[in-house]
């Protein structure tokens, strides 16, 4: 029996210290009671913060419908950790209870070698060959995030006889959404809600009722165009298909929240030169994966600069000022590159990147240079405060404006140029944007003041 | 009729010019025609492309349903521009086809002194007034995200009676996720599924059938701990409650896409160094609002190196080669900072952020010394290439060190400390980061090279 109130379950030291107390001293008794109070998904909380020895040890405790539930909502590494404390045997087990599509991320997380010796433990013939089929979809289509858990009805039946086999259907459908009606083929031809069964007449047919506006996708449809879709049209399932139209499953909302909060996080990491999907637990050698490619990226952009500064060593007698202003110039550089370039991103995400490339141009230069108006009149100010020779700070002032205004072009077209040829632009965000544009500034900028003070 | 293969529009110049040219020939019954065969969210993206003036002559021209459908899904500003060119009657007759929580959307954008002209205007008493209930409760919260629809049955009712009522209220609401079941005092005591109340006998009782064990949320609850627990719970749609246990709303989980999505997308921006919610489609000076403050703030951190810099003037002379480092050092603190604070800033977002912060310190010193230990080894090769003298190598392939350990700190901590004080960690990455983490690496940088060369 779950506890009334787990929705404002909280994790305490004391709820920790309790748990780990029992398993020390194996009162497997107490522990049970306790756990069984809890959601699955506080279970799993509880599970994320213990050793891997004691989580094992909890698990193999549950029954394997809480098992399987929790499973789901660990944390991906200890789920990998402890499934390799289970015997395929256990965790076919578990596999059984879990709806297909879950049950098919599970095998496909596991190692090769053992993702056959599990499916061959799974005792439900049906079962087994569902999420045989759906570990045949590739990664990231409709395919890979859908379930085969569906209710469907046939034209030819009636609303008497279709309560009748929903309920029997509906068993193994945790949600009902939509009731996915099909000629004899198979084919999809319509939807029904329960809503619409219960008000109808029990002798009614369903070909009389059922409504024949229904939105699908196919089966290799891409995952993010799938959510895409499904938040455009307000959907909270949509059955998926294949050429043929033969319904073979479908896609519910908390799926899509996944995907959509996983390419956000995507999106985000790689702004922030984070290269691989990492958590701030990970382990020091996962996250040193993840960083060490950007920074070193930033390194040989760096050196870069310091090449394109060597060439300018003369002037360090003239105008030494010039070199103070170049950790400024980088980042005004960067900054500007990585705000144009995260608007076109979150843009061409959101579909609402319109008008031709020319009208871009023109809008980007405008409000680059509106933005490097105000900065030089300040630079100027600045020059004025600390007595540095005008014509220096007006080199300096106008240089920044001309970099600023290459660094919001350079950030606003490269989005936009690899999504045209199908590369991701986020890629283009962050360390990628920040480092090009350091060394185009640091250049632009000694070349232009060079024009304006004459060396 | 919609367009049975709606979910496969796109949106072509044909169809825009073909739009545009029955507007411009006011032939409405060829174009409402056509608009007939399109979904509203299909038709709203069509609006968001038109000027205004078309946008409003094609809302005119559909039936209010469909408008309110359509002003749904239409473009913030695009949907503001609209509402100005509409007649406080005529926008009441739309809000009157939409659910509460959209109506009541909607009413919260206009102007204030339009808001009460409108609320006025709609007939449905009951409408009106759950409206107005909605227009009281705080932004962000459940309250305000909730809806008034659902299906709410009492204890004492019987399964037949149930069915036959539920008939009527179901015509209200959209999408039946779940039957709350309440005492005589409104007070949620349970809930029903649809399935349950189908496979139940007509004449069973309520009060024997429903589960007592029912998740909800106070009505003044943050949306985006609502979010969380939604997500952590797999709940599809959530009863609103006050202080008493009353049934107020519910919350569905289309809702809370919305709100994760404004959420990462609010944080991507400001990881980026926008202030505000901004579109590429946005005028320049809205995108000039968002993005100047934080290049004014990058210009201030930059002045303040040129301080730093003209402080170590006399070193010039000596060892000019540190200077041409600068914009590297610069960059290295800068993207170590923002990759720290942006792990930091997500494991807070998803609570994993755990254990001491002692555990933590550690953890980010023993990282950023790995990655600062592989950085400078390049450092000292580059310098060999250019044939730099080996000490001034050490010295900057050190205090590199320094700074890139320093960064990992500041960016660290800088977001856990916000957090702590209750502020958004998220206005600690980007720019806010990287310009304080400029000022204090190049300060860093000349002071350890200084110790190790001499000066």
Chains 1, 2 share one sequence.
């Not at 879990?98 to 053992?114: G, K, V, W």
């Not at 061959?120 to 990231?140: F, G, M, P, R, V």
């Not at 294949?242 to 996983?262: P, Q, Y």
């Not at 701030?280 to 050698?285: G, P, V």
Request: glycine share 6%; aromatic share 6%; charged share 25%.
């Amino acid at each position: 029996m779950e506890n009334k109130d787990h929705i404002h379950f909280h994790l305490t030291d004391a709820l920790l210290e309790k748990v780990e107390t029992l398993i020390g001293n194996k009162n497997d008794k107490e522990l049970q009671g306790l756990l069984n109070e809890f959601h699955y998904a506080d279970i799993a909380e509880i599970l994320d913060d213990l050793n891997l020895e004691q989580a094992v040890y909890i698990i193999k405790l549950l029954d394997s419908e809480t098992t399987a539930d929790v499973l789901m909502e660990l944390d991906e590494d200890n789920r990998e950790k402890i499934l390799k404390n289970l015997s395929a045997k256990e965790i076919a087990e578990e596999i059984e209870e879990l709806d297909t599509d879950d049950a098919a991320d599970i095998i496909a997380e596991l190692p090769e070698e053992r993702q056959q010796e599990v499916i061959s433990n799974i005792e439900d013939e049906e079962h087994k060959a569902e999420i045989e089929e759906l570990l045949t979809y590739q990664e990231d289509t409709a395919g890979a995030l859908m379930a085969k858990e569906l209710v469907k009805v046939y034209e030819t039946w009636t609303v008497a006889g279709c309560l009748r086999r929903i309920r029997g259907q509906a068993q193994e459908v945790t949600r009902v959404h939509s009731i996915y009606v099909v000629d004899k083929e198979d084919k999809l031809i319509g939807r029904l809600s329960l809503k619409d069964l219960i008000t109808a007449k029990s002798e009614q047919k369903i070909a009389d009722i059922y409504i024949s506006n229904v939105d699908y996708v196919n089966v290799n449809e891409d995952e993010e165009h799938v959510a895409k879709l499904m938040q455009k049209y307000d959907l909270e399932a949509i059955p998926v298909v294949d050429d043929n139209k033969t319904l073979l499953g479908r896609i519910t909302i908390d799926d899509i929240v996944d995907v959509i909060k996983e390419e956000a996080e995507k999106d985000y990491q790689l702004a922030a030169g984070i290269s691989q999907d990492v958590e701030a637990d990970d382990s020091i050698f996962e996250l040193t994966k993840a960083r060490l490619p950007w920074l070193v990226l930033g390194l040989f952009g760096g050196l870069g600069s310091v090449f394109i500064m060597k060439d300018f060593e003369n002037v360090m007698q003239t105008v030494p000022n010039l070199f103070f202003y170049t950790p400024l110039i980088a980042a005004m550089a960067g900054n500007v590159g990585v705000q144009s370039s995260a608007i076109i991103v979150q843009g061409l995400a959101n579909d609402n990147v319109k008008g031709s490339l020319f009208g871009r141009l023109i809008k980007e230069v405008g409000l680059s240079l509106i933005n490097g108006f105000v900065l030089a009149i300040l630079v100027i100010l600045f020059g004025f405060l600390i007595k540095q020779d005008p014509t220096e700070s007006l080199a300096i002032a106008v240089s920044m404006m001309s970099v600023i205004v290459v660094a919001a072009l350079v950030g606003t077209f490269v989005p936009i140029i690899l999504d045209k040829r199908g590369i991701d632009p986020a890629i283009a965000t962050g360390p990628f944007i920040t480092t090009s544009n350091d060394i185009l500034g640091i250049y632009l900028f000694f070349v232009i003041a060079g024009l304006i003070i004459g060396f």
